[in-house]
């Protein structure tokens, strides 16, 4: 299956992410490529088997219910701190 | 046509904090913090290469809380991401349960006064709560805080059962009783630790097909619930009636207007591309577990309420009152089996035990008059060592003093008075020095025994027993003649 730049375009849109125009043809090759795999994972027949959540075998280990304490204001790190919260676009009207 | 001329048809999510103490899936404390974002750790601020870990407190909250309602405990469940980009969000996607949630079907049943009726439940899962913005404090920027990112949350999705806005607002109560009975949500509604979506259509009769619906998102009081919907019913209503159709959407109450108003309809709702987490295994609670937790359950409300009226003989009402709330049943048991007449008791836990608390802004298991403490001083109330008007008296000095009732009665020389001979002396003397009052009873004034046996309480501090003074003063009074 073949992707087209406006395909990439739309799904870097849905991602949130910026292109760079000088990097989009490979990107596009190597999502063709993600595509075309996805493609032979469908293939397979799989009509006989459950359908899993996981591919790994197990189960979720569970945590004790015992809180560490936090000493690090993390906001530090966001572009834009203020009052200790982290500074985003506004989002309401 | 008005409103009155439709059906109403409601279905509720409830969203419960569970009351853990770290987080849902990250270490970090669950505990309020006035400090922004420093219950926050690596996890909840989406920090790649974090790796969410599930907090066994919260799942074994949620397998008591499907025990009490009669649903099926899944064996296996599993987590999912639910995407969507919202800066409350930061990792991009909330995990929560999706296809295979812990708790599955259930039922609750509401007593509303004189109505009782059963609410089925659809699902209960799992899931993490998001962070909490500020608008208001710089232009054109919103300020995020993290600590709520990641709390436990148990979503409770009811059937579209409920009929009416005092129903929904009872189911409501009934949720918010079980989730504090069980321990497992402090209820602080103010708070947001319970929290209501509610879903309301029209119909014109039980057997029509379900209206097109409107979410009215995030009602935390029982108030706004029965506002939100009365308000909605009545706009849905006026549509109708105008030969318009419902446009299926998400609204916000606006609690100062009362009114709902369009946040985002189903055109644009997001596809939220949920898919089963790959950081989380399938999550298996075996039977031996759920066994565990089912022994470890307590009597639920209901049952209590039933027991007060089956074994104490209480009035639906006071059995009610006395099984409100765990903690305050816990203290009446504890009385009711110290003290002999569980009539008694249950008055004076009812009456002054909670009128006390109320004025002190306590609860009954933290009230400084222990239940053996006031179950000491009903004993005493029950052998006539003191009369219930003294009891008062007492209970309001054990309550300043933490001092047992025996100790205050003895060192304060309260004891009734009950020595036949003594009270015949006391109203002896009042007689002798009232003579015109003597002449008016036996004249057939006998209101007047009112008269002698408050003089002879007065004469003795309020100490003599009254039953048995009344008896002694219409005698001698009698023998006058």
């Known amino acids: 299956m073949s992707l087209d730049n ?19 043809e490979r990107l596009r090759t190597e999502m063709e490529k993600m595509v075309e795999l996805a493609g032979k994972v469908t293939a397979a027949a ?48 | 046509m008005a409103v009155q001329d439709w059906q109403m048809v409601i279905g ?24 922004p974002n420093l219950q926050a750790n690596e996890l909840d601020f989406g920090m790649p290469g974090t790796l969410p870990v599930a907090n066994q407190a919260a799942v074994d909250m949620a397998v008591r809380f ?14 999912a991401r639910k995407h969507y980009f919202y800066p409350d969000l930061p990792k991009g996607y909330q995990i929560s349960q999706f296809e295979h949630p812990i708790i599955n079907g259930g039922l609750i049943t509401v007593a509303d006064d004189d109505d009782q009726f059963a609410v089925r439940l659809v699902r209960a899962h799992l899931e993490e709560d998001a962070g909490k913005l500020t608008h208001d404090m710089r232009p054109g920027k919103s300020l995020a805080d ?35 009975w069980l321990q497992i949500c402090d209820g602080n509604m103010q708070e947001g630790s319970l929290r209501f979506d509610v879903n309301v259509s029209l119909r014109h009769n039980e057997s ?16 706004f619930v029965e506002q939100a919907i009365e308000n909605e019913a009545a706009r849905q209503a006026q549509l109708l009636e105008a030969g318009e159709s419902i446009i299926q959407q998400t609204r916000l109450f606006d609690t100062t207007s009362g009114q709902t108003r369009a946040m985002r309809s ?8 949920y898919f089963p987490d790959p950081d989380l295994l399938p999550l298996r609670i075996d039977e031996q577990t759920i066994e565990k937790i089912r022994r470890g359950m307590p009597e639920l409300p209901d049952a209590c309420r039933q027991r007060y009226i089956d074994q104490y003989g209480l009035s639906p009402y006071d059995a009610g009152v006395l ?34 608390c109320n004025s002190a802004g306590t609860t009954p298991a933290k009230a400084p008059v222990t239940a053996a403490m006031l179950a000491g001083l009903l004993s005493r109330i029950a052998d006539q060592t003191v009369s219930g008007k003294m009891g008062k008296e007492i209970l309001a000095k054990m309550w300043q003093s933490q001092k047992p009732a025996d100790e205050i009665i003895e060192g304060e020389g309260l004891s009734q008075i009950s020595d036949a001979g003594q009270l015949q002396e006391v109203l002896a003397t009042i007689i002798e020095k009232n003579p015109k009052q003597v002449q008016q009873y036996q004249a057939g004034k006998h209101k007047l025994l009112g008269f002698f046996v408050g003089q002879a309480m007065k004469e003795t501090g309020g100490q003599a027993n009254p039953q048995q003074l009344n008896e002694l003063a219409k005698r001698m009074l009698d023998e006058q003649k």
């Open chain 1, 46 to 93: 799989t009509d006989s088997s459950p359908p899993i959540a996981h591919v790994q075998q197990g189960d979720q280990p569970l945590r004790p219910d015992d809180p560490q304490p936090v000493t690090d204001n993390l906001s530090r790190l966001a572009a834009e701190a203020d009052a200790d919260m982290v500074v985003v676009p506004r989002v309401v009207e």
């Open chain 2, 146 to 180: 993290y600590n709520r990112a990641g709390l436990p949350l148990l979503e409770i999705v009811s059937e579209p059962d409920l009929r009416s806005a005092r129903q929904a607002a009872a189911y409501g109560r009934t949720l918010h009783k079980l989730v504090r």
């Open chain 1, 6 to 24: 406006e395909q990439l375009a739309r799904l870097a849109s849905l991602a949130r992410l910026e292109i760079d125009p000088a990097e989009s």
């Open chain 2, 323 to 356: 099984s409100a709330e765990r903690g305050l049943a816990t203290y009446f048991d504890e009385v009711a089996r110290q003290c002999p007449d569980a009539k008694l008791a249950a008055n004076w836990v009812a009456g002054d035990l909670l009128a006390l």
């Open chain 2, 266 to 273: 189903k055109e644009d709702a997001q596809d939220y591309r």
């Open chain 2, 12 to 35: 509720i999510e409830t969203h419960v904090q569970l009351a853990t103490r770290a987080k849902m899936f990250s270490s970090a404390p669950a505990a309020w913090c006035e400090q």
């Open chain 2, 208 to 223: 029509d097909p379900l209206g097109t619906r409107c979410e009215i998102k995030n009602l935390n009081s029982f108030r």
């Open chain 2, 66 to 79: 499907g025990l009490a309602v009669d649903a099926r405990i899944a064996t296996v469940s599993e987590f």
